[in-house]
Structures are given as C-alpha cells and as structure tokens.
C-alpha cells in the first residue's frame, strides 16, 4: 500500500479545513463575496504555514462553478481537476528551480492567451523570492498591465528579497506561526480520523516542536508513528525528538525549589540517558522561570503552551527572588556551557550554582552581579559587560521588639506575602507572637488599609497552623523595621558593587587603554 505522508494527504481543500490564519482567510473571503479581487496576491510567512495550501484554495474559489458560501465546491469539474492537480489554467511554479528569464517570460507569454476552461487563468509562483533580476522584470511587466483573466498568487519565505516594484503591485497577506495548541488539534483531529492511537502529552511534545510550522509538525507526526510502530506513546516520542520531554525539566525546577540536591542529580542523569542537547534544557529551563516570574506579578498571564498547574505549583514555591536569580544564573550559564569540558557538567555546574546560591535563609551569601556600560568615545561600539562575584554579605540582623521567639523579616518571607500586605508588613515592627496574638506596632503616619491587614491575618494563621488575632498598635518606636533594614542593606550592597567596580582591574585596564568610563547610576547588584 502506498503511504502517503500526512501533511500531503491532509492538505485543506477550501476555508474552512484552513487551521488559523484567520486575517488572511476572512479578507480573502470578503473579497470573493464582494467580488473584490486583486490581481495579485503576496503570502508571507515561515515554511509550512499554509502559503501555498491557500493559495491553491484561493486559485479554486476564483475559479469553482458552484461557491459554497464562498468556499470552493470540491465536486464541480474545475475543483476535482484543481485538486489533482491537472486544471490547464493553473500554472504552478516553484521559482527555485526556474530561475531562469526565459523560462519566466516564455511562462508570463502565455498569459495573454484566454482561459481554456474557467474564468480565470492563475499563476501560483511559489518561493518568488528566488526569481532572478530578469525574470522579475519580465514579471513586473505583465504586473503592470495584467490581462484581466490572470490573477497572480505568489509565496514566498523571504519578502524582503523581492524588489519593492513588485512588492507595491501586491496585495500582501503575511501568514502567522502557528501556536503550539493550533497544531495540537489539528494532530489530534487527524489521528482520530486516521484511528491511530496516541497520548495526548505525546502530541503537545510534538506540537512545540514543529516551532510554529504545521508541515514540520505533520513530518514529525508521519515519523513518530513509523517510530512507534501505529501509535504515538510519549515515551517513543521522548526518545525519537531526542530533546528532552518537559516533565524532567519540570522535576528538575521543582527539585530544586525544595533544595533537593540529589533529586537534582538524579533528575540530571535522566535527561542524560536521553542524550539532549544541554543547552536545549537550560532555555526550556528558562522559558519556564520566565513563565513563573510573570505568573507571579500578573497572575492572569497565563499561556497555554506550558502546563499551567505546574507553572502555578512553580510560582507558589519559589519566592520571585528565587526566580530571578535562577534565571540570571541560567542566563549567564546558557552562555559558559559551550566553555565547559563537557555539556553536562557544565549543566551540572549550573544546577548546583542555583542551589548554592538559593537565598533560603538571610545567612547565606548570594551572588552579586554587577552591570557595567563602557562606552569608549573613540568607537561607537558600546559593550555590556557583566561580572558576576560573590560577595560576602553582612547578617540580617533581626528586629524583634520585645520577647519575640521569631525574627520577623524571615517570618514574612516564609509567609509569601505580595504586594501591598508585603509592603505593610515589612514597615510593621513585630512586638510580641504567642499561640494567640501577634502584636505588631507601625509608624502612626502609615497610611493603613484593612485589607491588607485581614491578608496578613490569614496568613499568619496559615503560618502558624492556629487561630490568631492580629493586634497592629500605631505608634512611633526606635527599633528598624524591615523596610528600613531591607534599604539600609540595599544602600551597602551598592556601595560594595561600586567599590568592587572600581578597584577589580580589568576595568581599570579598559579604562586605561580605551578610555572606558562607568556611566554614573549604572552599577546595579543583583
Ligand atoms: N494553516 C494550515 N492549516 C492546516 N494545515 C496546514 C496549514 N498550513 C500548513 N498545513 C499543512 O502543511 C502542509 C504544507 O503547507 P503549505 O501550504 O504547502 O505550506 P507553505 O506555507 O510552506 O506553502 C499542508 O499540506 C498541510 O497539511
Ligand atoms: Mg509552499
Ligand atoms: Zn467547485
């Protein structure tokens, strides 16, 4: 039996089939029902997005005897012989492999020559970006008066190769990428009409991998299944993308929001019995940090290309400082990978940086690392230069105002709190704590709000795990808040950024020989 690979065989036949691209689909429509046709058409986009699809649905509809709600019939004679490809007045060309003058004229020649069969005689010029400087003369001349029963349909990956004289005689549609979930469907749609078992996880793997092209995700498909022997598990589909699945990286993120350093490891081996590429893992790893980092200020931007329980479960264990400085680490990791003996390693290396420097408690040292903007006045080259350094930082000293058993600013880290209940915390002084009630004092000029104190209250007793009454006593005392604590530490943490600015020697040396200087108000710790 002849097996016809799927991205062929599901080719869409009118409108409707066309997954997406909806802008290009309704004006093309419109025009159709206002019998509005341009005489040319351009369609942009990346490969395998339906270009050349609706180009030929476009070549049907102008030229169908029996519109169905201006969708090409698929039964009249003009449609069955479109579709196998033998209608005399569509004349298709790939422009890559005729790039030749004479071929395009001896082509653009005929065009004066009336329709043999239907209305109109169409040109489908696919990739015409790759026509020649000739051959795009010859083009433009008929663009330029076109015999009124030819229209032109030309594709291209590349618009920006193609001279703007052609380009301003065109209608241009440019298709989209499509999302990931767009090609889900359309893959679950067709596995279901083709009775082919499959696990949805293993879809969503395969549809992130197409990269936005359906014709690569239906190649993937035609493979996995060869693959998989007549279905499509996930583990098969792991193993034959060779990239690693997302469910270790996510293991992986959640192992290390818990500290676990050996789940960490183990989880490291294995994505290395799947053989990745490294550097893959480390941008999925990002892609997810950055996910969480959003999810965590604006909690509706939700996506639907990640799993969104566990981006949630992420954003939840992971305090926004966490997910900052993983991400930066992942950052300047992705970049050292390729310095290290091997990939691995290097990946191991910066698994382990992350915990290290997971600011769990306020004893530990984080990392710092500073920014810098040399702009040399000799060169218009402007460099951003990053040094990343350890430094020594000073212990948080605690303010607790009387007998209290707890350092509050840790207490109001552990308890999550964001926003305005964060803000008022951390300018509340923690007076006294027992099973019952939490006194806290504040500056009486705080501009207080009830809601933020009912948040607080909550979450102190999620905190403790009993009821407790929240006591908030306005007056003025001595002792630091946290907020005044936490800008005093700020305050210390630039200095010792400019300090060890100033005296580290490559950038004394860059000053020295290109007349580097550190722009004021750059130098910023992270
Ligand atoms: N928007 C789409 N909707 C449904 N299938 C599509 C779409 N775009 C591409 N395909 C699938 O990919 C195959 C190749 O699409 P094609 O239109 O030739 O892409 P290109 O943009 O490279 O011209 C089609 O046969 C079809 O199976
Ligand atoms: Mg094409
Ligand atoms: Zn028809």
Redesign the pocket.
Known sequence: MNYQV???K???HNFT?????EHVVKSLINALQHNRLHHAYLFT?T????????ARILAKAINCENLQDFNPCGVCSVCRELDEGRFLDLIEVDAASRTKVEDTRDLLDNAQYAPSHGRYKVYII?EVHMLSGHSFNALLKTLEEPPPHVKFLL?TTDPHKIPVTVLSRCLQFN?KR?LPAQIFS?MEFILQQENIEFEAAALKLLSRAADGS??DG?SLLDQAIVYGNGKVPTEDVRAMLGTVALQPVDDLLIALAQGDAAAILDKINEIANLTPDFSDVLQQMLQILHRVALIQQIPTAVDHDFDIDMIAALASQLSPEDVQLFYQIGLVGQRDLSLAPDPRSGFEMVMLRMLTFKPVTLQQSPVQSVNIQQVTPKSPIKTVLSVVETVPRKEASVAVASGGESDWLSMIVAMKLNGMTREFANNCVLESIDDKVCTLIIDPDYIRSARSEEVLQKALQAYRGTPVNLVVKAKKTTIDTPAVQLTKEREDKQQASVDAINSDHNIQALKDHFDARVLPGTIEPV
Do not use: F, N, S, Y
């Open positions: 799927l991205a062929r599901w080719r869409p089939e066309v997954v997406g691209q986009g490969r395998g997005v339906g270009k050349t699809t609706i696919d594709a298709l499509l359309q359906m014709r239906l």
